[in-house]
């Protein structure tokens, strides 16, 4: 008796082993993880004029704020006058911020301009004769058109006439 219980150990314990033999030698089952790199955050190229410390063109990962781009730039020169410039807004592809001089002969007549490529609906809306609803339709129109070209573009936005863009037309800029 003592044999046979030897045997059926002996068997037990082999077919142990095997069984763990079998589990450590045969092939991995399914499909290999397979990991990928990051996806890379789109940039925004801005070009930086005017009183900073270093005018040039920055890039930026989508969602950058001009604060960041004036920032980059060096920040502002002492002279810089930044009573028109909205720090907060979104920083756009191809866009350029020109950061007027205090006191400079340009100031009354370019660097006072809203551009019409960048500005917000707000911005839009303190124009004489246009309403916040014609200024929501100006950023939508952007938005799905992408930057004017001219400000005679103006008149493919819903509520814009030649006689509102006569009215505005000295006080915007597209920004080239």
């Known amino acids: ?7 059926v150990y002996g068997v037990m314990i082999g077919l142990l082993l095997a069984g763990i033999l079998w ?32 005018q040039g063109v ?6 950058s704020r001009r604060i960041d781009a004036i920032e980059a730039a060096g920040g502002f020169l002492t002279n810089a006058d ?3 410039i909205n720090m907060a807004a979104l920083l756009q592809d ?25 500005a917000t609906v707000q ?9 916040q609803s014609v200024a929501e339709h100006i950023v939508e129109y952007r938005q799905k058109n992408g930057f004017f070209q001219t400000i005679d573009e103006l008149l493919s936005v819903t509520g814009i006439g030649p006689a509102t863009l006569e009215r505005i037309k000295d006080l915007i800029t597209v920004g080239y």
């Open 123 to 131: 911005e839009l809306d303190a124009l004489p004769g246009i309403s």
């Open 58 to 63: 920055y890039s930026f990962p989508q969602g």
């Open 23 to 54: 589990l450590v030698t045969s092939p991995p089952r399914g499909q290999s993880v397979v990991l990928l790199p990051l996806p890379t955050p789109r940039q925004v190229m801005v070009y930086v004029t005017g009183a900073v410390a270093h």
């Open 94 to 118: 191809g866009e350029q911020i020109d950061i007027p001089r205090l006191g400079s002969s340009s100031m009354s007549t370019t660097s006072r301009r809203v551009n019409i490529n960048t």
């Open 1 to 7: 008796m003592k044999s046979l219980l030897n045997v």
């Open 82 to 84: 930044v009573e028109y």
